[in-house]
């Protein structure tokens, strides 16, 4: 799958699930998402949950943290190393 | 070309540096005026702190990672001593080396048996001074970020050299602010040269947002908290309910400062709390509120739990997860307590506090989970109304948790029940208003820019100007004349509220620590208090109405003073019990300030007086017959022994809240379980219908507090009767507590009192306006007056005892003009 397609996908899913409520257009792919408490602790949860369905991926618990899932771009890159 | 960068950055080094140092000083002005936590001692080492940082600053970047232990070690010794710091440290370096070991398992089980072995010696060396404080100092700082630094040492890809570890945990907020949170170890490890002016700028906005918060927190529980013993009206019930949540500032203001401090060090470290009276729900919460310790619940328990799990459905999950992360919550609260007191409190309302925020936070989760599409935010109007539900919320559940135990909670809250139908409506109004008020600030906030203004983080130079501010203020009130007089000038001369303060005077009187929840405020005071108030060698219990006497012929050093008594038990010099014929002799009768508690002998004010009168060749003696601990009821128990030294008068001298003081001390006495010796006073506790460990404090107050002006009566007439049929005068002598100097309410009824039982008065009520308090008391923790409170009240009382032995007929009913 490539880049921009698990992008869209994981975009997808934020408009649909980060809890206050945003726009597509607002949300950028280096939007800080953790740090600005933008994803709380169950929408990372859901999240992953949904990485790992979609994607085929297993994430371990200490990798849900700022430094793979703050922004889009993280996320992304994070999916693919697992991927690989 | 390099070398004029080299000499531009050089330059700009500097002149940042004095930035630093100007910044610096000014905040070292403002803790030093309003005394910013005086209690842990931080307004008094917070200059060197300051030097530290600005030195810290001053030597290279690469230098600076083992200079950070070196900053908290030196702060340690001067606030600790050399070996108790070095006792600490030596803690953490085993903890350190423990992270060392190879594998996750050696290292958990190591450091397992490190806590294990920490736990039973807090134990062992309960009494030993030195040891517990050495341990419990050590045990304090590795308590939570040794197990943060434990679990994520396996994930690191670069591993923290020995000195990151050790700064790691020993960290210099914790000396002064042992609950500081826990900080990340990953944010802390990515300590890196930062631009020098980034560290001042967030240094500056962390303390300047932790004085403002820690001076908001000192305005709600001086001026607004209501005392738990005087809730009466509708309006002191919602002030109580309201302002206790509100004292979260204290502890929201303490992680600023503590933040403050690590960032001037250079650590770039994210905020603890975020607007959290601007939670519009539990969700919202849970994401404002202590953040470190938010993150740390989720990563060392939240998410390895739940994968784990991860085979169990979804919801069940996070249901089970949640509630097992309150659980851990819970213990965690007790460990850390366990570390600074002692013990682990065992409390119900504790846990039932804990328990309905688990359950209310795990239902929010489920339904949160659940929810499967993006919720669009509520109406501006409906979000103010859910920040004002919010905060009533809170308010309600804080109460429990900050209550003394579930019955005076259960106590309390019943007393809304019996609020009548007028008061109700008061009440429902004023909650409806707030309601509505909040929906229309929100909803007028959406609409304009006009509140972003007290949102919004003062940029830099405004954060200079609010400084100047609090120093202009500071000054005004701090260097200003007659203190008392100025409706704000506890906001620079801090005391105990009136619940605090009824506290430590229980446990004065009962020598039990018999409060298990002390606010924050008096928890240093209280432990100091315990050791200096009690520890007087020359003490001999009793087990009737007095709580002990004073050993005759007994000489020792009491709070560092020398403390000696004669041969009749008194704090005094030798008297023969025959009167010399032409002395004119009067015995003093009170409490601790008589017995003079911090002071040497001959420092006493009754002494000064006698030496006075004496060298104006009025020949005089006084026996001082003050012991700690007593007060009205004791003085009616020893008043017949006064008879024996012939005196031609008796002071009987009264404090602040005179009808307080003596419930207080009465409740002291029935919940030891005390002898009351006078069979009014027993039919009195019988009538009050008291039950001691079955209904809490409140309530036998409220219920005794009735009988109140009786009691007083009745003990004002003991003394006054034996005095009057043995021809002694009995003087009723009043000045006000150091520590209690807000407007007396109950002197007039005292005072009406005493006069009807015939005492003669000597009103003292303003000798200590205009001092400044800490100039005239044994020290920050301890209110007695030091010797120069006494040479004041001693030169008060000279020239009405002048007057009342030359003219032995004068009448004294001479009220001071102001």
């Known amino acids: 799958m490539s880049q921009d397609e698990i992008r869209q996908t994981v975009r997808a899913f934020l408009i649909d699930n980060i809890y ?55 996320i992304v890159s994070f999916v693919q190393s697992k991927m690989k | 070309m390099n070398q004029t960068t080299t000499h531009t950055s050089s330059t700009n080094k500097w002149q940042t540096l004095f930035s630093m140092s100007v910044v610096l000083t000014l905040v070292v002005i403002v803790i030093h005026l309003f005394r910013i936590e005086y209690l842990s001692g931080f307004d008094r080492y917070f200059p060197f702190i300051a030097g530290a940082i600005i030195v810290h600053n001053i030597i290279p970047f690469n230098l600076r990672k083992y200079a950070f232990s070196f900053w908290t ?64 100092l050590g045990g304090l700082m590795i308590m939570l970020r040794f197990i943060f630094l434990l679990y994520e040492i396996s994930f690191f890809k670069i591993k923290p050299d020995f000195f990151m570890r050790l700064n790691y945990l020993f960290m210099l907020p914790n000396i002064f602010f042992p609950l500081f949170p ?189 929810q499967s599409k993006n919720k669009m935010p509520d109406h501006p109007f409906f979000s103010g109304i859910g920040i004002v539900g919010m905060f ?31 008061e109700i409506s008061y009440l429902a109004l004023t909650i409806i208003g707030l309601f509505l008020g909040g929906g229309i600030i929100s909803f007028l906030s959406s609409k304009t820019k006009l509140f972003e203004f007290f949102l919004i983080s003062p940029a830099g130079i405004s954060r200079l100007a609010i400084l100047m501010i609090l120093i202009c203020v500071g000054s005004y009130y701090h260097y200003g004349n007659h203190l008392y007089s100025l409706p ?34 008096i928890q240093p005071l209280f432990k100091k208090a315990e050791v200096n108030d009690f520890e007087n060698l020359a003490y001999k219990n009793q087990k009737g ?37 032409g002395v004119y002799r009067i015995c003093l009768l009170g409490g601790s300030y008589e017995m003079g508690s911090g002071v040497a002998d001959g420092e006493t004010y009754e002494q000064i007086v006698e030496d006075s009168l004496n060298k104006i060749k009025i020949p005089s003696e006084l026996f001082n017959m003050g012991v700690g601990g007593y007060h009205v009821f004791q003085i009616a128990k020893i008043i017949p022994s006064i008879i024996q030294y012939h005196p031609e008068a008796a002071i009987y001298v009264c404090h602040s809240s005179e009808k307080q003081r003596m419930i207080n001390n009465l409740l002291g006495l029935v919940s030891a379980g005390k002898d009351l010796e006078f069979s009014y006073l027993k039919s009195i506790v019988g009538k009050s219908g008291i039950v001691p460990g079955k209904m809490c404090n409140v309530e036998m107050y409220d219920r005794l507090t009735v009988y109140a002006d009786s009691l007083l009566k009745f003990a004002y007439h003991e003394i006054a009767s034996v005095c009057l049929k043995n021809n002694i005068r009995p003087v009723w002598v009043y000045f006000p507590a150091i520590g209690d100097l807000r407007e007396d309410s109950e002197m007039e009824t005292a005072l009406r009192i005493a006069k009807s039982e015939g005492f003669e008065i000597i009103k003292l009520d303003i000798i200590f306006a205009g001092r400044d308090v800490h100039s005239i008391t044994v020290s920050d923790e301890d209110t007695h007056p030091n010797a120069k409170g006494h040479q004041i ?16 007929n004068s009448i004294l009913y001479l009220p001071q003009n102001k």
Not at chain 2, 399 to 422: D, G, H, P, Q
Not at chain 2, 549 to 578: A, Q, V, W
Request: proline content about 3%; glycine content about 4%; overall charge positive.
């Open chain 1, 20 to 74: 206050a409520g945003i726009e597509n257009a607002e949300l950028k792919d280096e939007s800080p998402l953790i740090s600005t408490r933008i994803i709380d602790s169950i929408v990372a949860l859901k999240l992953v949950s949904y990485l790992e369905e979609k994607f085929n991926v297993e994430f371990e618990a200490h990798e849900v943290d700022q430094d793979n899932l703050d922004t889009i771009n993280k």
């Open chain 2, 73 to 136: 070690l030196l702060i340690l010794s001067l606030t600790a001593g050399p070996l108790l710091a070095v006792g600490a440290f030596l803690i953490i370096l085993v903890a350190v080396s423990i992270t060392y070991l190879s594998t996750k398992i050696k290292r958990n089980c190591v450091a397992a048996f490190l806590f294990l072995l920490l736990i039973v010696a807090r134990l062992y060396f309960r009494n030993n001074g030195f040891a517990s404080t050495a341990i419990a």
């Open chain 2, 182 to 370: 826990i900080v990340d170890p990953v944010i802390f490890f990515k300590h890196k040269e930062e631009d020098l002016r980034e560290s001042i700028e967030n240094g500056k906005t962390w303390m300047l947002r932790g004085i403002l918060h820690l001076l908001l927190y000192r305005f709600v529980y001086l001026y607004f908290a209501p005392s738990i013993y005087e809730l009466k009206s509708w309006y002191e019930l919602l002030s109580f309910l309201l302002s206790g949540y509100a004292l979260i500032l204290r502890l929201s203001g303490i992680f600023c400062l503590s933040a403050g401090v690590l960032s001037f060090l250079g650590y770039k470290l994210p905020p603890v709390f975020e607007n959290f009276f601007l939670v519009k729900n539990f969700r919202d919460l849970w994401r404002r509120i202590n953040l470190y310790w938010r993150h740390f619940m989720w990563r060392v328990f939240y998410y390895p739990l739940l994968f784990k799990l991860k085979k169990w459905p979804q919801k069940q999950a996070v249901l089970f997860t949640v509630l097992v992360m309150f659980f851990v919550t819970w213990l965690l609260h007790g460990w850390q307590w366990y570390w600074v007191k002692g013990y682990f409190p065992l409390l119900a309302n504790d846990i039932l506090y804990w328990t309905l925020f688990g359950i209310i936070l795990a239902y929010v989760s489920i339904r949160a989970f659940s």
């Open chain 2, 392 to 422: 009533f919320a809170m308010s309600f559940l804080w109460s429990l948790w900050t209550s003394s135990s579930l019955t005076e909670w259960v106590y309390i809250l019943n007393k809304f029940a019996k609020l009548n139908l007028k």
């Open chain 2, 488 to 521: 704000l000038s506890k906001m620079v001369e801090p005391q105990l509220n009136l619940t605090d303060r009824m506290i430590v005077e229980r446990g004065y009187y009962e020598q039990l620590l018999t409060a298990p929840k002390m606010s924050q405020e």
């Open chain 2, 545 to 581: 109405l007095l709580p002990r006497i004073l050993t005759p012929d007994f000489h020792t050093t009491f709070k560092g003073k020398s403390f000696t008594t004669n041969s009749f038990g008194m704090r005094d010099k030798e008297y023969s019990l025959i009167k010399t014929n």
């Open chain 2, 793 to 808: 009240i001693a030169n008060a009382l000279f020239p009405f005892l002048r007057k009342m032995i030359v003219d032995s």
